[in-house]
């Protein structure tokens, strides 16, 4: 424990090894955005060969929730960003309440994800549909599976500060979970736009 | 403070590309201009929530390069 305080309290982020949340996070986020953002370059290229079938099932998507959804999770992701600052400022009820808003709102995108997909199931819009909803199911499936597993992390989180293990001294796996949190919002930046806004 | 304006200005840009997506009134570099904004909050994001802006300057070219990845090769794909 005394070494974790020191060392929390000694991070230089300006260090290319020690980048905030950590080394091994940020390659993961690196590889994770390249991954996403290569398989949406290619799904763009494919929509050359098909541009009407594209559009249309373009169509078949919920804009409107898409749009709610994302602000749902662009808020979730400032109340991450703000309980972790509450909790490095030592302020740990604070950041408690701002942890259960984040978890809530993820949660939140996650049932509307699940709403839409009920939608598009109703009407046959399964993954073999046609090539635009195979790479809208594998894409948004991918990121659906990433906020639930952030959700699980997160609430892991809430517990061990709930139990004072993460503190104003300790807070780098908090620091490292909310780089996992914040990702999930970096992916959906790319793949909203692309998936349900431009034609 | 910095957050909450952050989170205003992701917000407002994401009203503002729902719009332009639904108006007619934009229809050549539609795609560029949401694609730009999304850009924009993507950058937000990371060096504001994730405070990439106190870390090293490699994980900030990291992040930018993607991001310069994506913007190019989708408003190529969607102007030709």
Redesign the interface.
Known sequence: MEKAVKKTETIDYKNIFYPPGGILIWMIISVEVLTFTIALIVFAFQRQSAVELFNTSQNMLNKTIGTINTIVLLTSGYFMAEALHMLKRGKTEKSKFLLRLTIVFGIGFLVLKAFEYFQKLEHGLSLGYNTFFTYYWLLTGFHFLHVFVGVLILSYVYYRIKKGIYTAHNFLDVETSASFWHMCDLIWMLLFPTLYLIH | MN??I??IV??TL??L??V???SSFLKTG??VT??L??GI??LG??F?????Y???L??KT??VT?LI??IS??SY??T?
Do not use: P, R
């Open positions: 957050n909450k952050t989170w992701l917000v994401t009203l590309s729902f332009f997506s639904e539609l795609a949401i694609v904004l999304y909050k993507f994001i990371g504001q929530y994730m405070e990439l106190k870390a090293h490699m994980w990291i992040l993607i990845i994506f090769f989708i794909a969607y030709v």
